[in-house]
């Protein structure tokens, strides 16, 4: 049967399929071309990257931020600068874009990760680079970064947060977890993420202190790296409205299917997050056969068991909520 209904994907915005914001990418490549090639430390760059910058700062309350061409150049650009002169140690689940060479990460729960870090660091005179996820959008489940005060004052601890999944819908703003973390003298934070999620535009970006971003721009990943196309950076900077109308849309969908499913066995959810873990106890199969695409893929290892997730969006109409929700429970 062909699919007319799909609950699968990452544009929790909807911004691909925005024609608002089709039309800013468009004046954008009239501005600015399609591309630019060259180094952001060429003589003649485009402005529109440093406005880019200052503006992913001010809406993620950070100080400094750097736009690159992807998710996984803003990962490999902070970690391999970190990567001389520190202990690395990775939290269980962080994405293959973080590491340095072949992925191995933990497979205990974050939890227990934790309690063993923090005990690792504090046992610890190396300086120390962690390397950790905002959110589990696989299970799903939002982390808390309230075990930072438990590092001991005097160890030097840099903590980079992959927040990929987070940034443009997290937060009451869709400004993600960067503000929301706690400010500890002894600690460094710096915050990556994929641009192309909620978002909608292919970049990566670096959210970190000013000194941080200066150190990084030094960098000869980041000097040798093509920068993001200038006309979606330009999309991005004259989108607020849009980005407001469909994250308030997305929330009042999240609201919505909760209520529906509320209390029904099979399903693993978190409240404000709009990706939810289907239990095999469910017949989720036959959802295709009634015209439904889920997420059903192993991930990040090809290999590995397949996931069963519904994962909503902005454009999700209340019809299409209670058609899922009625396939999905219709055996109980």
């Not at 690159?68 to 293959?96: E, F, M, N, R, W």
């Not at 009042?252 to 693993?268: A, C, Q, Y």
Request: charged fraction near 25%.
């Amino acid at each position: 049967m062909k699919c007319n209904l799909s609950f699968s994907g990452t544009a929790y915005l909807e911004i691909p399929a925005n024609e608002k914001f089709r039309k800013l990418v468009f004046d954008g490549i009239n501005l600015y071309g399609t591309n630019f090639g060259a180094s952001r430390n060429n003589s003649d760059t485009p402005d529109i990257f440093e406005k880019a910058e200052a503006e992913a700062a001010k809406r993620s309350g950070a100080e400094d931020a750097i736009v690159v061409s992807s998710g996984y150049l803003a990962a490999q650009l902070v970690v391999q600068y970190y990567l001389d002169g520190h202990k690395l140690i990775y939290a269980p689940d962080t994405h293959p874009a973080l590491w340095i060479g072949k992925p191995n990460p933990p497979k205990e729960k974050f939890n227990e990760w934790i309690v063993k870090t923090v005990r690792e660091v504090n046992n610890t005179d190396e300086p120390v680079f962690l390397i950790t996820n905002s959110l589990n959008n696989l299970v799903p489940e939002i982390y808390k970064f309230d075990w930072l005060n438990q590092l001991r004052t005097e160890k030097k601890v840099t903590v980079l947060i992959d927040d990929s999944h987070g940034l443009g819908i997290t937060g009451d703003n869709g400004e993600g977890i960067y503000s929301r973390l706690p400010e500890l003298p002894h600690v460094e934070v710096i915050v990556i993420a994929s641009m192309a999620k909620g978002l909608g535009i292919d970049a990566g970006l670096v959210l970190s202190k000013r000194k941080i971003a200066d150190k990084l721009r030094s960098s000869p990943v980041y000097a040798g790296a093509s920068p993001p196309s200038p006309a979606n950076l330009y999309a991005y900077l004259n989108a607020d409205e849009i980005y407001a109308e469909e994250l308030e849309k997305l929330k009042f969908n999240i609201k919505f299917f909760n209520s529906l499913i509320d209390g029904r066995p099979g399903v693993t959810y978190v409240d404000d997050f709009p990706v939810y873990l289907i239990h095999e106890s469910l017949p989720s199969g036959h959802l295709l056969a009634n015209g439904i695409k889920i997420s059903s893929f192993a991930y990040p290892d090809p290999k590995g068991k397949a996931l069963n997730r519904v994962v909503l969006n902005s454009g999700h109409t209340e019809e299409d909520m209670k058609k899922l929700a009625m396939t999905l429970f219709e055996n109980e």
